[in-house]
Protein backbone atom coordinates (compact mmCIF):
# COMPACT_ATOMS: atom_id res chain seq x y z
CA UNK A 1 0.00 0.00 0.00
CA UNK A 2 1.56 3.75 -0.54
CA UNK A 3 1.66 6.05 1.89
CA UNK A 4 -0.36 8.70 1.92
CA UNK A 5 1.01 11.84 1.79
CA UNK A 6 0.50 15.62 1.84
CA UNK A 7 2.92 17.93 1.00
CA UNK A 8 3.37 21.63 2.67
CA UNK A 9 5.69 23.39 -0.23
CA UNK A 10 7.10 26.87 -0.89
CA UNK A 11 7.94 25.76 -4.16
CA UNK A 12 11.35 27.15 -5.53
CA UNK A 13 13.32 24.53 -7.07
CA UNK A 14 14.03 21.74 -4.65
CA UNK A 15 10.18 22.10 -3.60
CA UNK A 16 9.48 21.27 -7.47
CA UNK A 17 11.64 18.34 -7.30
CA UNK A 18 10.02 17.13 -4.10
CA UNK A 19 6.59 16.97 -5.87
CA UNK A 20 7.41 15.42 -8.77
CA UNK A 21 8.86 12.64 -6.45
CA UNK A 22 5.91 12.29 -4.57
CA UNK A 23 3.47 12.77 -7.47
CA UNK A 24 5.17 9.63 -9.65
CA UNK A 25 6.46 7.72 -6.68
CA UNK A 26 4.39 4.54 -6.92
CA UNK A 27 5.28 4.33 -3.16
CA UNK A 28 3.56 7.16 -2.65
CA UNK A 29 0.34 8.46 -2.42
CA UNK A 30 -0.19 12.28 -3.25
CA UNK A 31 -3.10 13.28 -1.29
CA UNK A 32 -2.53 17.27 -2.43
CA UNK A 33 -0.13 20.36 -1.82
CA UNK A 34 -0.56 23.22 0.41
CA UNK A 35 2.08 26.09 -0.14
CA UNK A 36 3.42 28.62 2.32
CA UNK A 37 5.21 32.38 2.06
CA UNK A 38 8.71 31.11 1.99
CA UNK A 39 11.38 30.89 -1.35
CA UNK A 40 9.23 33.55 -2.53
CA UNK A 41 5.66 35.08 -2.02
CA UNK A 42 2.95 32.27 -0.98
CA UNK A 43 1.22 33.26 -4.57
CA UNK A 44 4.55 33.18 -6.68
CA UNK A 45 4.88 29.14 -4.44
CA UNK A 46 0.76 28.47 -5.70
CA UNK A 47 1.81 29.41 -9.31
CA UNK A 48 4.80 27.30 -9.12
CA UNK A 49 3.15 24.31 -7.42
CA UNK A 50 0.44 24.31 -10.20
CA UNK A 51 2.99 24.77 -12.79
CA UNK A 52 4.84 21.58 -11.84
CA UNK A 53 1.52 19.72 -12.11
CA UNK A 54 0.32 20.59 -15.10
CA UNK A 55 3.42 20.13 -16.53
CA UNK A 56 3.87 16.37 -15.49
CA UNK A 57 0.47 15.64 -16.39
CA UNK A 58 -1.48 15.73 -13.27
CA UNK A 59 -3.17 18.50 -13.65
CA UNK A 60 -6.13 17.43 -10.82
CA UNK A 61 -3.87 17.11 -7.41
CA UNK A 62 -5.48 19.19 -4.94
CA UNK A 63 -3.36 22.52 -4.50
CA UNK A 64 -4.79 24.71 -1.82
CA UNK A 65 -2.65 28.63 -0.77
CA UNK A 66 -1.85 28.50 2.81
CA UNK A 67 -0.38 31.57 5.12
CA UNK A 68 1.35 34.53 3.54
CA UNK A 69 3.74 35.50 6.33
CA UNK A 70 5.61 34.23 10.03
CA UNK A 71 3.13 33.80 12.63
CA UNK A 72 5.08 35.87 14.95
CA UNK A 73 7.38 38.20 13.14
CA UNK A 74 6.82 40.48 10.26
CA UNK A 75 7.76 38.96 6.68
CA UNK A 76 11.59 38.73 6.59
CA UNK A 77 13.21 38.42 2.94
CA UNK A 78 15.92 35.78 2.53
CA UNK A 79 19.36 36.88 3.78
CA UNK A 80 20.58 34.76 1.47
CA UNK A 81 20.17 35.35 -2.37
CA UNK A 82 18.02 33.10 -3.00
CA UNK A 83 16.69 34.33 -6.08
CA UNK A 84 19.82 32.71 -7.81
CA UNK A 85 18.54 29.45 -6.47
CA UNK A 86 15.53 29.69 -7.38
CA UNK A 87 13.41 32.74 -8.40
CA UNK A 88 10.20 33.82 -8.25
CA UNK A 89 8.55 31.89 -10.97
CA UNK A 90 9.63 28.68 -12.38
CA UNK A 91 11.12 27.73 -15.60
CA UNK A 92 8.19 26.14 -16.82
CA UNK A 93 4.75 27.13 -18.74
CA UNK A 94 1.83 29.13 -17.02
CA UNK A 95 -0.43 26.41 -16.33
CA UNK A 96 -3.26 25.27 -18.61
CA UNK A 97 -4.99 22.75 -16.49
CA UNK A 98 -4.42 22.92 -13.00
CA UNK A 99 -6.38 25.29 -10.73
CA UNK A 100 -5.82 26.53 -7.52
CA UNK A 101 -8.39 25.02 -5.08
CA UNK A 102 -11.12 26.96 -2.79
CA UNK A 103 -10.38 26.79 0.64
CA UNK A 104 -7.63 27.99 2.64
CA UNK A 105 -4.59 25.73 2.85
CA UNK A 106 -4.91 25.45 7.37
CA UNK A 107 -8.80 24.57 6.61
CA UNK A 108 -8.37 22.05 3.94
CA UNK A 109 -4.92 20.55 6.24
CA UNK A 110 -7.73 20.33 8.98
CA UNK A 111 -10.35 18.88 7.26
CA UNK A 112 -8.50 15.90 5.45
CA UNK A 113 -6.59 14.85 8.77
CA UNK A 114 -10.17 14.59 10.77
CA UNK A 115 -11.72 12.83 7.84
CA UNK A 116 -8.63 10.65 7.63
CA UNK A 117 -8.01 7.04 8.90
CA UNK A 118 -4.92 8.64 10.64
CA UNK A 119 -2.50 7.57 7.52
CA UNK A 120 -1.54 10.75 6.21
CA UNK A 121 2.20 11.56 6.50
CA UNK A 122 2.42 15.21 6.74
CA UNK A 123 5.55 16.50 5.04
CA UNK A 124 6.67 20.64 5.17
CA UNK A 125 9.39 21.38 3.19
CA UNK A 126 9.48 24.91 3.95
CA UNK A 127 8.34 27.48 6.76
CA UNK A 128 6.41 25.54 9.03
CA UNK A 129 3.73 28.25 9.38
CA UNK A 130 0.60 26.31 8.03
CA UNK A 131 1.27 22.96 9.95
CA UNK A 132 1.63 25.43 12.99
CA UNK A 133 -1.65 27.50 12.39
CA UNK A 134 -3.62 23.95 11.92
CA UNK A 135 -2.76 22.99 15.06
CA UNK A 136 -3.40 25.86 17.01
CA UNK A 137 -6.27 26.06 15.36
CA UNK A 138 -7.54 22.34 15.72
CA UNK A 139 -5.55 20.12 17.67
CA UNK A 140 -7.37 17.35 17.31
CA UNK A 141 -5.92 17.13 14.06
CA UNK A 142 -2.73 15.56 16.55
CA UNK A 143 -4.12 12.58 16.64
CA UNK A 144 -4.56 11.76 13.06
CA UNK A 145 -1.18 12.45 12.11
CA UNK A 146 1.12 9.59 11.82
CA UNK A 147 4.26 11.20 11.47
CA UNK A 148 5.66 14.72 10.57
CA UNK A 149 8.41 14.79 8.06
CA UNK A 150 10.18 17.79 7.73
CA UNK A 151 12.80 19.63 5.51
CA UNK A 152 14.58 21.72 8.24
CA UNK A 153 17.18 22.61 10.80
CA UNK A 154 20.64 22.23 11.31
CA UNK A 155 23.42 21.40 13.36
CA UNK A 156 26.56 22.18 11.99
CA UNK A 157 25.94 25.01 9.80
CA UNK A 158 22.96 27.44 8.86
CA UNK A 159 22.43 28.77 5.62
CA UNK A 160 20.45 31.91 6.56
CA UNK A 161 22.61 32.90 9.07
CA UNK A 162 25.56 30.92 10.89
CA UNK A 163 22.69 29.14 13.20
CA UNK A 164 19.86 28.56 10.93
CA UNK A 165 18.36 26.88 8.38
CA UNK A 166 15.91 28.58 6.10
CA UNK A 167 12.87 26.84 6.85
CA UNK A 168 13.27 27.46 10.34
CA UNK A 169 14.59 30.78 10.49
CA UNK A 170 12.03 32.14 8.38
CA UNK A 171 9.45 31.15 11.45
CA UNK A 172 10.84 29.95 14.00
CA UNK A 173 7.98 30.04 16.25
CA UNK A 174 5.46 27.73 14.02
CA UNK A 175 8.73 25.47 14.28
CA UNK A 176 8.95 25.25 17.42
CA UNK A 177 5.15 24.53 18.04
CA UNK A 178 5.60 21.95 15.69
CA UNK A 179 8.70 20.46 16.49
CA UNK A 180 7.14 20.25 19.77
CA UNK A 181 3.91 18.69 19.12
CA UNK A 182 4.42 15.61 20.64
CA UNK A 183 3.91 13.28 16.92
CA UNK A 184 6.64 11.26 15.53
CA UNK A 185 9.05 13.78 13.83
CA UNK A 186 11.78 13.38 11.23
CA UNK A 187 13.75 15.77 10.20
CA UNK A 188 15.72 16.19 7.47
CA UNK A 189 18.53 19.03 8.32
CA UNK A 190 21.22 20.89 6.28
CA UNK A 191 23.61 17.99 7.90
CA UNK A 192 22.06 15.28 5.91
CA UNK A 193 21.22 17.42 2.89
CA UNK A 194 24.49 18.61 1.72
CA UNK A 195 25.47 14.83 1.81
CA UNK A 196 23.77 14.03 -1.17
CA UNK A 197 24.35 15.97 -3.84
CA UNK A 198 23.11 16.23 -7.55
CA UNK A 199 26.09 16.82 -10.02
CA UNK A 200 26.08 18.45 -13.81
CA UNK A 201 26.15 14.88 -14.96
CA UNK A 202 23.29 13.60 -13.10
CA UNK A 203 21.38 16.05 -14.80
CA UNK A 204 22.33 14.86 -17.98
CA UNK A 205 20.95 11.73 -17.06
CA UNK A 206 17.80 13.24 -15.88
CA UNK A 207 17.50 14.99 -18.91
CA UNK A 208 18.22 11.79 -21.17
CA UNK A 209 15.65 10.10 -19.02
CA UNK A 210 13.19 11.77 -21.90
CA UNK A 211 10.53 12.34 -19.99
CA UNK A 212 9.00 15.74 -18.86
CA UNK A 213 9.91 15.35 -14.88
CA UNK A 214 13.28 14.50 -15.65
CA UNK A 215 13.77 17.46 -18.12
CA UNK A 216 12.49 19.70 -15.41
CA UNK A 217 14.46 18.38 -12.58
CA UNK A 218 17.37 18.36 -14.58
CA UNK A 219 16.32 22.61 -15.41
CA UNK A 220 15.74 23.12 -11.76
CA UNK A 221 18.93 21.31 -10.47
CA UNK A 222 21.29 23.32 -13.37
CA UNK A 223 19.62 26.34 -11.94
CA UNK A 224 20.58 25.36 -8.10
CA UNK A 225 24.37 24.33 -9.18
CA UNK A 226 25.27 27.99 -10.64
CA UNK A 227 23.10 29.30 -7.79
CA UNK A 228 25.09 27.33 -5.03
CA UNK A 229 28.97 27.45 -6.92
CA UNK A 230 28.61 31.20 -6.80
CA UNK A 231 27.11 31.80 -3.72
CA UNK A 232 27.44 29.22 -1.28
CA UNK A 233 29.70 26.53 -2.15
CA UNK A 234 29.62 22.77 -1.27
CA UNK A 235 32.23 20.54 -0.76
CA UNK A 236 32.74 19.81 -4.45
CA UNK A 237 31.81 22.27 -6.90
CA UNK A 238 29.25 21.41 -9.63
CA UNK A 239 27.02 19.70 -7.52
CA UNK A 240 23.88 21.09 -5.14
CA UNK A 241 21.49 19.67 -2.56
CA UNK A 242 17.69 19.17 -3.65
CA UNK A 243 17.10 19.36 -0.05
CA UNK A 244 13.07 18.76 -0.08
CA UNK A 245 13.39 16.07 -2.77
CA UNK A 246 15.82 13.95 0.15
CA UNK A 247 12.69 14.52 2.66
CA UNK A 248 10.10 12.92 0.30
CA UNK A 249 12.75 10.09 -0.66
CA UNK A 250 13.38 9.35 2.88
CA UNK A 251 9.72 8.00 3.25
CA UNK A 252 9.93 5.97 0.39
CA UNK A 253 13.07 4.34 1.50
CA UNK A 254 14.38 5.79 5.08
CA UNK A 255 18.05 3.94 4.28
CA UNK A 256 18.89 7.18 2.26
CA UNK A 257 19.36 9.00 5.71
CA UNK A 258 21.07 8.26 9.02
CA UNK A 259 18.91 9.23 11.66
CA UNK A 260 19.45 10.16 15.75
CA UNK A 261 16.48 9.57 18.28
CA UNK A 262 17.18 13.19 20.63
CA UNK A 263 16.03 16.09 22.12
CA UNK A 264 15.36 19.23 19.85
CA UNK A 265 14.19 21.94 20.42
CA UNK A 266 13.81 25.59 18.57
CA UNK A 267 15.58 28.70 19.60
CA UNK A 268 13.02 31.61 19.11
CA UNK A 269 14.79 34.38 21.39
CA UNK A 270 18.51 34.09 20.81
CA UNK A 271 19.97 37.17 19.69
CA UNK A 272 22.75 35.37 17.27
CA UNK A 273 21.12 32.41 17.07
CA UNK A 274 17.68 32.65 16.06
CA UNK A 275 15.79 29.63 14.36
CA UNK A 276 18.35 27.31 15.47
CA UNK A 277 17.50 23.74 15.69
CA UNK A 278 19.08 22.76 19.55
CA UNK A 279 19.91 19.06 19.11
CA UNK A 280 20.92 17.48 22.41
CA UNK A 281 22.96 14.87 21.43
CA UNK A 282 24.06 13.85 24.57
CA UNK A 283 20.37 14.44 26.53
CA UNK A 284 21.78 17.36 28.77
CA UNK A 285 18.47 18.65 29.36
CA UNK A 286 16.63 16.03 30.48
CA UNK A 287 13.74 15.90 28.19
CA UNK A 288 12.39 13.11 26.34
CA UNK A 289 13.58 12.43 22.95
CA UNK A 290 11.11 13.60 20.44
CA UNK A 291 12.72 14.11 17.28
CA UNK A 292 14.52 11.66 14.55
CA UNK A 293 17.50 13.90 13.23
CA UNK A 294 19.54 12.86 10.42
CA UNK A 295 22.80 13.84 9.89
CA UNK A 296 23.77 11.89 7.24
CA UNK A 297 22.30 10.72 3.81
CA UNK A 298 23.65 8.02 0.78
CA UNK A 299 24.08 10.31 -1.96
CA UNK A 300 24.28 7.14 -4.91
CA UNK A 301 20.78 5.71 -3.02
CA UNK A 302 19.71 9.08 -3.38
CA UNK A 303 20.26 9.94 -6.62
CA UNK A 304 19.62 6.55 -8.28
CA UNK A 305 15.91 7.29 -6.60
CA UNK A 306 15.65 10.21 -8.78
CA UNK A 307 16.48 8.37 -11.91
CA UNK A 308 14.20 5.60 -11.22
CA UNK A 309 10.97 7.77 -10.15
CA UNK A 310 11.30 10.85 -12.06
CA UNK A 311 11.82 8.32 -15.29
CA UNK A 312 8.47 7.89 -14.88
CA UNK A 313 5.28 9.43 -16.62
CA UNK A 314 1.69 10.13 -15.18
C1 LIG B 1 15.19 24.95 2.42
O1 LIG B 1 15.00 26.35 2.15
C2 LIG B 1 14.44 26.54 0.89
O2 LIG B 1 15.11 27.53 0.20
C3 LIG B 1 14.47 25.21 0.18
O3 LIG B 1 13.34 25.06 -0.65
C4 LIG B 1 14.50 24.20 1.30
O4 LIG B 1 13.21 23.83 1.69
C5 LIG B 1 16.66 24.69 2.54
O5 LIG B 1 17.21 25.46 3.57
CA1 LIG C 1 11.28 24.42 0.36
Known amino acids: MPTKVILDVDTGTDDAVALMVAALSPDLELIGATTVNGNTAVHNCTENT ?12 PVHQGMSRPLARPQMTQLNPASRIHGDLLDLPPPTSARLQPGHAVDWLIDTLLASDGDVTLVPVGPLTNIATAIQKEP ?10 IMGGAHDHGNSTASAEFNIWLDPEAAR ?7 PIRMI ?3 ATHRALVSLDDCRTLRALGTPAGEAAARFVEKRIDGYDATQPMHRAGAAPVHDALAVCSIIDPSVIRTHLIPVDVETGGELSVGRTVCDFRFRSGRPAN ?8 EPTFVAMLMEILGRTA
Not at 50 to 61: E, Q, Y
Open 50 to 61: LRVFDWIGLPLT
Open 140 to 149: AILEKIPEIV
Open 177 to 183: IVVNCGR
Open 189 to 191: PLD
Open 291 to 298: VHFAMDAD
